[in-house]
């Protein structure tokens, strides 16, 4: 009930009610943008698919915004390529940082969340598959950071590359120990510089499809927090009195507005000042 606590039922002197029914507030824009969340993948998706240095092609899970016809996709692919056509795309990916994902990637200490922009190319409706392919990258011409695997290789190069190592198992054993001969101490030393230069072959080689997402804009409504009036009712009960003269017909009476907060086209209105902190990522 979104409307727990608010006035329901004013019962009238004369024994007639007015009824208020609420209902929950929704939103299609974040002032002047159009709303957006994020979308996982789906497991066909393959991050190495970046190989060719050019563009990656990551397949969106519709469903969790609930899109899942074949009509609400297309209609879908129009709205993201009219709201992200030449701007850029927000990711966040949980990516194996060095060698496999592990079975709860999560708090694993080799897979972590990579998260940034890369540029937009397209979206498109697959006919094969029925689903929505998001293709990203600018040709190159952006150096290290034109697609989420090389914005993940440059992390592992930078920052990590020197805490893990090749069988992603992330043991105390790979940083170097104290009491240990000088050539104990060059070996572990040239393991964790050879495990730092490990990028194309040994790192980012996969992503969990379900926890990882890009930001796009939506198709349906999203819900929001308050509530609004969805219907004013009269009821009597005793029917409608049609004058001084004329005893009450007995029958039951119904009548009242219901208000509909749609535009033309038959979406939202609604329009939020801004989204919690809490979904922070998706906040248009």
């Not at 009509?71 to 060095?98: M, P, R």
């Not at 697959?126 to 992390?155: F, Q």
């Not at 033309?264 to 906040?283: L, M």
């Amino acid at each position: 009930d979104p409307a727990a606590w608010q006035l329901k039922v004013i019962q009238l002197p004369s024994g007639g009610e007015i009824h208020v029914q609420y209902e929950q507030d929704d939103y299609l824009y974040v002032q002047n943008r159009r709303a957006t969340a994020l979308v996982s993948l789906l497991s066909s998706t393959d991050p190495l698919n970046e190989a060719a240095n050019t563009s990656g092609i990551y397949t969106l899970n519709t469903a969790d915004i609930g899109v899942t016809t074949d009509a609400d996709k297309q209609e879908l692919v129009t709205v993201i390529n009219q709201n992200l056509s030449g701007q850029k795309i927000f990711f966040k990916f949980l990516y194996a940082l060095i060698g496999s994902m592990q079975s709860s990637p999560v708090n694993a200490c080799n897979s972590d969340y990579v998260s940034g922009y890369v540029e937009f190319q397209s979206a498109t409706f697959n006919t094969t598959s029925h689903n929505i392919d998001i293709k990203v990258g600018d040709g190159g011409s952006n150096g290290g950071y034109s697609l989420p695997r090389k914005v993940c290789l440059d992390l592992v190069k930078k920052q990590k590359g020197g805490k893990l190592n090749e069988f992603g198992n992330c043991n105390t054993a790979a940083a170097v120990q104290g009491g240990l001969s000088v050539r104990e101490m060059v070996s572990q030393l040239v393991g964790m510089v050879k495990n730092s230069f490990f990028s194309d072959a040994f790192s980012c080689k996969e992503v969990k499809p379900a926890l990882s997402y890009f930001k796009i804009p939506v198709l349906k409504a999203k819900k929001g927090g308050g509530l609004r009036v969805k219907r004013l009712l009269m009821y009597d009960a005793n029917g409608i009195d049609y004058g001084p003269t004329t005893a009450q017909d007995g029958t039951a009476a119904l009548y009242g507005t219901e208000y509909f907060y749609q535009d033309e086209y038959g979406k939202s209105s609604g329009v939020a000042t801004n989204e919690p902190a809490t979904i922070r990522d998706e906040n248009a």
